[in-house]
T-cell receptor, first 113, second 114 residues
């Protein structure tokens, strides 16, 4: 595609439910990043993939959060047993090789009731 | 750990006014510095960057100079337009394999009135 695509754009769920957020990076980009942005704050790094492997997952807040990128393209961020504090905008970005400019998607807004 | 502090907003200006958004950072070594912009309804976009001390990044009339002695990277524009209304984020990265692992400031909302 022309840019980074994230789905869904909005997700409302109930506390305790499981959620998946999808990111489709720019074609050919090997590096993929997930960030979380709370209201009124800057984005915070969650995890970085180079190809299929997670090169750095130091930003994942706890073991309820998990991300995969099985074929080195699309990535899914998975959140188990959601909590109200997980409510945020989840941003995905990709870059051509991990050393160049990041291109961000428009984000998936998650609301946990 | 690394951190970025931006001037508190929001900032409201009239068209053609001079803009400064302050940004200071705390980091080890020699990070790369960035300004990102988020226009309403759009994703974050890189506005400009500087990778070493005294470098000046520039784009679309915006400028910022990497000042290591003051650990600052202030964003300036001589004459703002209504279309510059957006949220501006200062950020840094440690480069190398961590180039895309950005530490962001909290953002500054800019509103420009005609």
């Amino acid at each position: 595609g022309a840019g980074v695509s994230q789905t869904p754009s909005n997700k409302v769920t109930e506390k305790g439910k499981y959620v998946e957020l999808r990111c489709d990076p720019i074609s050919g980009h090997t590096a993929l990043y997930w960030y979380r942005q709370s209201l009124g704050q800057g984005p915070e790094f969650l995890i970085y993939f180079q190809g299929t492997g997670a090169a750095d997952d130091s930003g994942l807040p706890n073991d309820r959060f998990f991300a995969v990128r099985p074929e080195g393209s699309v990535s899914t961020l998975k959140i188990q047993r959601t909590e109200r504090g997980d409510s945020a905008m989840y941003l995905c970005a990709s870059s051509s090789d991990g050393a160049g400019e990041l291109f961000f998607g428009e984000g998936s807004r998650l609301t946990v009731l | 750990g690394d951190s970025v502090t931006q001037m508190e907003g929001p900032v409201t200006l009239s068209e053609e006014a001079f803009l400064t958004i302050n940004c200071t950072y705390t980091a080890t070594g020699y990070p790369s510095l960035f300004w990102y912009v988020q226009y309403p309804g759009e994703g974050l976009q890189l506005l400009l960057k500087a990778t070493k001390a005294d470098d000046k990044g520039s784009n679309k009339g915006f400028e910022a100079t990497y000042r290591k002695e003051t650990t600052s990277f202030h964003l300036e524009k001589g004459s703002v337009q209504v279309s510059d209304s957006a949220v501006y984020f200062c950020a840094l990265s440690q480069g190398g394999t961590s180039y895309g692992k950005l530490t962001f400031g909290q953002g500054t909302i800019l509103t420009v009135h005609p």
